[in-house]
């Protein structure tokens, strides 16, 4: 690692918590070579804080065995400017380890990379992208609102979908965000407008490497809500902010490569290959057991409704929005899958961990998945994904297959963590509910 840039007068040195939150110190970067060589001590239970960031009640990490520390070392990322902040700051990505040196199993990016490191014992590697769709907020009022226009003033209610008129009244927000991604090393592609008043989408480059994908979207929501902030708004990657619009998700797209380079999902044919057929079943049989990985929040189960541009049923396609798995069109020699259950709240760890994971078996078992469908997927008899919070937390509580994915220690963290927040959110108001997600996820 080469440190920090000779412009750098701060650090910030973090990790990702099961809820995708950042959790770390200010350092000044003249302890940067310390913290590059020896790490940073940290609690380990502080990757298992609830929302509120506050102790899981009757977390193991605790009380139980004295509230430990690990040790946080730097990820292979390293320095990442923060050019939304005035003081020029990089944030240092780390990831946990034991007194011992032996990756925490409780850690969200390690789990990610055990699932990565099953792929490579088969000679393949994912190679993954990202939509992430956000929200552009005014929350100065009492109600929240989109925006007005920077450069008319005006309030333009209702969907503004692919259009370039949305896109232009926020061009110098947009802006900023390209250069911030270039700075940042964030592969941002096209934007779009989207489906609801004051929403987008930005998609990320096709990359072999779901660790540096996870990464990417990780910090990309940090950017986003951090420059929004720089222009008098908010930037909510909410799954549902508003009722009356389409909520928010974050799509991901994903092929394997061989030994030799080549997608593995591809054999010249429409249907594709046999290894993308089992990758299709994998996903299946993962999305009820995980659901909570893909709606990790109460307000989660509010996108995940009929008719709403968001999947309910448990099923695959090719070229078919409704469906919740879905092989998009285009050249054969492209073929990949597209996974569409999950919100824009997610950890982006997890999610992934949990896609790729749920492939990887299926790969490993060589199960065949059941015909695609056609038509509305909304109108057919179909297995459901889990419609409300405590049932995917009994879900993936109960849950053989995820165990398959992630280590005990860290399914049993987030079960705990995940029946906290819904004792308490429970208790809240409608509004309360919506401050307490709208900058957090």
Same mark, same amino acid.
């Given at each position: %690692?080469?440190?920090?840039?000779?412009?750098?007068? @701060?650090?910030?040195?973090?990790?990702?918590?099961?809820?995708?939150?950042?959790? *770390?110190?200010?350092?000044?970067?003249?302890?940067?070579?310390?913290? /590059? /060589?020896?790490?940073?001590?940290?609690?380990?239970?502080?990757?298992?804080?609830? !929302?509120?960031?506050?102790?899981?009640?009757?977390?193991?990490?605790?009380?139980?065995?004295?509230?430990?520390?690990?040790?946080?070392?730097?990820?292979?990322?390293?320095?990442?400017?923060?050019?939304?902040?005035? $003081?020029?700051?990089?944030?240092?990505?780390?990831?946990?380890?034991?007194?011992?040196?032996?990756?925490?199993?409780?850690?969200?990016?390690?789990? #990610?990379? +055990?699932?990565?490191?099953?792929?490579?014992?088969?000679? #393949? $590697?994912?190679?993954?992208?990202? /939509?992430?769709?956000?929200?552009?907020?005014?929350?100065?009022?009492?109600?929240?609102?989109?925006?007005?226009?920077? +450069?008319?003033?005006?309030?333009?209610?209702?969907?503004?979908?692919?259009?370039?008129?949305?896109?232009?009244?926020?061009?110098?927000?947009?802006?900023?965000?390209?250069?911030?991604?270039?700075?940042?090393?964030?592969?941002?592609?096209?934007? !779009?407008?989207?489906?609801?008043?004051?929403?987008?989408?930005?998609?990320?480059?096709?990359?072999?490497?779901?660790?540096?994908?996870?990464?990417?979207?990780?910090?990309?929501? %940090?950017?986003? +809500?951090? =420059?929004?902030?720089?222009?008098?708004?908010?930037?909510?990657?909410?799954?549902?902010?508003?009722?009356?619009?389409?909520?928010?998700?974050?799509? %991901?797209?994903?092929?394997?490569?061989?030994?030799? *380079?080549?997608?593995?999902?591809?054999?010249?044919?429409?249907?594709?290959?046999?290894? =993308?057929?089992?990758?299709?079943?994998?996903?299946?049989?993962?999305?009820?057991? &995980?659901? &909570?990985?893909?709606?990790?929040? *109460?307000?989660?189960?509010?996108? =995940?409704?009929?008719?709403?541009?968001?999947?309910?049923?448990?099923?695959?396609?090719?070229? @078919?929005?409704?469906?919740?798995?879905?092989?998009?069109?285009?050249?054969?020699?492209?073929?990949?899958?597209?996974?569409?259950?999950?919100? *824009?709240?997610?950890?982006?760890?997890?999610?992934?961990?949990?896609?790729?994971?749920?492939?990887?078996?299926?790969?490993?078992?060589?199960?065949?998945?059941?015909?695609?469908?056609?038509?509305?997927?909304?109108?057919?008899? %179909?297995?459901?994904?889990?419609?409300?919070?405590?049932?995917?937390?009994?879900?993936?509580? /109960?849950?053989?297959?995820?165990?398959?994915?992630?280590?005990? &220690?860290?399914?049993?963290?987030?079960?705990?963590?995940?029946?906290?927040?819904?004792?308490?959110?429970?208790?809240?108001?409608?509004?309360?509910? &919506?401050? #307490?997600?709208?900058?957090?996820?």
């Amino acid at each position: %690692m080469n440190g920090p840039p000779s412009t750098i007068r @701060n650090i910030r040195a973090g990790a990702a918590d099961l809820n995708g939150v950042a959790r *770390g110190k200010r350092v000044p970067w003249r302890f940067a070579a310390k913290l /590059e /060589e020896e790490g940073m001590r940290f609690p380990l239970s502080v990757l298992n804080l609830d !929302i509120w960031g506050e102790d899981v009640e009757d977390s193991p990490l605790v009380f139980e065995i004295g509230d430990p520390d690990g040790v946080l070392m730097p990820t292979e990322r390293g320095y990442v400017p923060m050019p939304w902040l005035e $003081t020029q700051t990089a944030l240092l990505p780390m990831w946990m380890y034991t007194e011992e040196g032996e990756a925490f199993a409780g850690d969200p990016r390690h789990a #990610l990379a +055990r699932v990565v490191d099953g792929f490579k014992a088969l000679g #393949l $590697t994912p190679v993954v992208a990202t /939509e992430m769709e956000f929200y552009l907020i005014d929350d100065s009022g009492h109600e929240i609102r989109q925006p007005p226009s920077p +450069r008319s003033g005006k309030r333009r209610p209702g969907a503004e979908i692919l259009s370039l008129r949305a896109l232009d009244a926020f061009d110098v927000f947009f802006t900023e965000l390209y250069d911030a991604c270039d700075i940042m090393g964030i592969p941002a592609e096209a934007a !779009i407008s989207e489906n609801g008043a004051g929403q987008f989408e930005v998609n990320m480059v096709h990359a072999p490497d779901a660790l540096k994908a996870a990464d990417d979207a990780w910090l990309f929501k %940090m950017l986003v +809500r951090g =420059l929004a902030r720089n222009h008098g708004m908010a930037a909510s990657f909410m799954a549902k902010p508003y009722e009356e619009y389409a909520g928010s998700g974050l799509h %991901m797209h994903f092929s394997v490569q061989d030994e030799a *380079g080549e997608n593995a999902f591809a054999n010249g044919t429409f249907e594709g290959s046999q290894l =993308l057929q089992y990758g299709i079943a994998g996903c299946l049989r993962g999305i009820p057991d &995980l659901a &909570l990985l893909f709606a990790p929040h *109460g307000n989660s189960y509010d996108r =995940l409704v009929p008719e709403s541009h968001a999947p309910t049923g448990v099923c695959w396609a090719y070229e @078919n929005r409704t469906a919740s798995v879905r092989v998009p069109g285009g050249s054969w020699g492209a073929r990949r899958i597209e996974h569409r259950v999950a919100g *824009g709240d997610v950890n982006p760890y997890l999610f992934m961990a949990a896609v790729l994971g749920s492939a990887l078996t299926g790969i490993q078992d060589a199960v065949a998945p059941p015909p695609p469908i056609s038509g509305n997927a909304y109108e057919q008899e %179909m297995a459901q994904i889990p419609a409300t919070w405590e049932s995917a937390i009994d879900a993936l509580e /109960e849950s053989a297959f995820a165990r398959r994915i992630f280590p005990n &220690l860290l399914i049993e963290n987030l079960v705990r963590t995940k029946r906290q927040e819904a004792r308490y959110f429970a208790e809240l108001t409608k509004r309360q509910q &919506l401050e #307490l997600y709208l900058d957090t996820v």
